[in-house]
């Protein structure tokens, strides 16, 4: 069975400020890891995916997120915050198995919420 | 369409009234799925479609909650009897296959409300 954990479920940053927001996900078998961002009275958009490539993985709007095997962890960051960042965060963990066919789990979310 | 499309966008129904809400993937995509985002539970999977068939139906709350696919296109989310704890935003996605790691598009959801 596969969980994802993320560690606050809200962060709240300056504008300018470095965004970090923490994923550790629970799996018996390699995962393939997600980040998604939900925008109010919107669904989900993809920012980036680790589907066992390159273990830094660059996204749009300036986020990136480093698989960790070692610490089961999968955390997002951005270098410097923007207002337009404020949303809802969620990690999601799918099976990376030949027979699986990418369902996702998803964490509780995280809103990130940017001051001026 | 240039990406997922559902409708109605808000339903407001009554307690024990059956709701249909439909989903119009993206041309080409034969994977489809449905969950189910609220507050007290987050997201939650409901049923995995390829093509037409559903090899996982394992998400479907109760025997009240159904889904069909036809022309491995638009697919159907139907709610019977519907009760409060329905109530919920209902969330259609679609990739291109249902392999894992494949880039899973989501549509803007359909919000219910049960009353």
Not at chain 1, 21 to 46: A, D, M
Not at chain 2, 96 to 113: C, D, K, P, Q, V
Request: hydrophobic share 35%; proline share 4%.
């Amino acid at each position: 069975a596969q969980s994802v954990t993320q560690l606050g479920s809200h962060v709240s940053v300056s504008e300018g400020a470095l965004v970090l927001l923490r994923c550790n996900y629970s799996s018996s078998v390699p995962p393939y890891l997600f980040w998604y961002v939900q925008y109010p009275n919107q669904g989900l958009q993809l920012l980036l995916k680790y589907t066992s490539a390159a273990t830094l993985v660059k996204g749009i709007n300036g986020f990136e997120a480093e698989f960790k095997k070692s610490e089961t962890s999968f955390h997002l960051t951005k270098p410097s915050a923007h207002m337009s960042d404020a949303a809802e965060y969620f990690c999601a963990v799918s099976d990376a198995g030949g027979t699986s066919y990418g369902k996702l789990t998803f964490g509780q979310g995280t809103i990130l919420t940017v001051h001026p | 369409g240039a990406g997922v499309s559902q409708s109605p966008s808000n339903k407001v129904t009554e307690k024990g009234k059956d709701v249909e809400l439909r989903c119009d993937p993206i041309s080409g995509h034969t994977a489809l799925y449905w969950y189910r985002q609220s507050l007290g539970q987050g997201l939650e999977f409901l049923i995995y479609f390829q093509g037409n068939s559903a090899p996982d139906k394992s998400g479907l709350p109760s025997d009240r909650f159904s889904a069909e696919r036809t022309g491995g296109s638009v697919s159907t989310l139907t709610i019977q009897r519907t009760q409060q704890e329905d109530s919920a935003v209902y969330l259609c996605a679609s990739s291109l296959g249902g392999r894992a790691g494949n880039t899973i598009y989501f549509g803007e959801g359909s919000w219910l409300t049960v009353v």
